[in-house]
């Protein structure tokens, strides 16, 4: 009986010594969260993440890998800059794969580090409203542009659709 006890107490004392170094491979080497950087043109853009203002450009944040975020740049007299930060695999689960197995895989999925968000720096070139607009369908450019009227400008004529 004390044969098998010892034949048994010594891989679980390895695995629960051990098991800490071999898991989580991402948690250790990355972390749950990423710093991504933001800024735009002009800079001073309030940046919103998630809903949450968290400042002006430029700045960096500490964001959460778990989460997808939104993100919403905004300046007076400029159309607003959105976009989302996506989650793309962490490199560092092969390091699980390898050496932690489906612990480690576990504590990274668990704790976010199993994702890394894309992109790292976003950078907004934000466009002043009421100049113009650009777009382009099949083969036609259309050009919109809006001023305001001024008292002093006087009328030479009135454009027509073909």
């Known amino acids: 009986m004390k044969i098998m006890r010892k034949e048994i107490l010594v891989p679980l004392c390895l ?3 051990l098991g800490p170094v071999l898991t989580g491979c991402a948690t250790i080497m990355d972390g749950s969260k990423q710093k ?3 800024s735009s043109n002009p800079s001073n853009a309030a940046v919103a993440i998630d809903g949450k ?3 002006l450009t430029p700045l960096t944040e500490d ?3 778990k989460d997808i975020h939104t993100v919403k740049m905004v300046l ?3 159309h607003p800059y959105e976009m989302t930060l996506t989650k793309k695999t962490n490199s560092w689960i ?3 794969i390898i050496l932690g197995g489906f612990i480690g895989l576990g504590v990274d999925a668990i704790t976010g580090a199993l994702y890394k968000l894309t992109p790292e720096q976003v950078t907004a070139d934000l466009k002043a409203k009421g100049l113009s607009s650009t777009t382009v369908k099949g ?3 259309y050009v919109t542009v809006s001023l305001t009227p001024d008292k002093s400008w006087e009328k030479i004529g009135t454009l027509q659709s073909l």
């Open 15 to 17: 695995l629960v010594g």
């Open 36 to 38: 991504i950087s933001f």
């Open 53 to 55: 203002n968290v400042g």
């Open 63 to 65: 964001l959460s890998t």
């Open 76 to 78: 007076a007299g400029y």
């Open 94 to 96: 092969w390091g699980n």
């Open 139 to 141: 083969k036609t450019m």
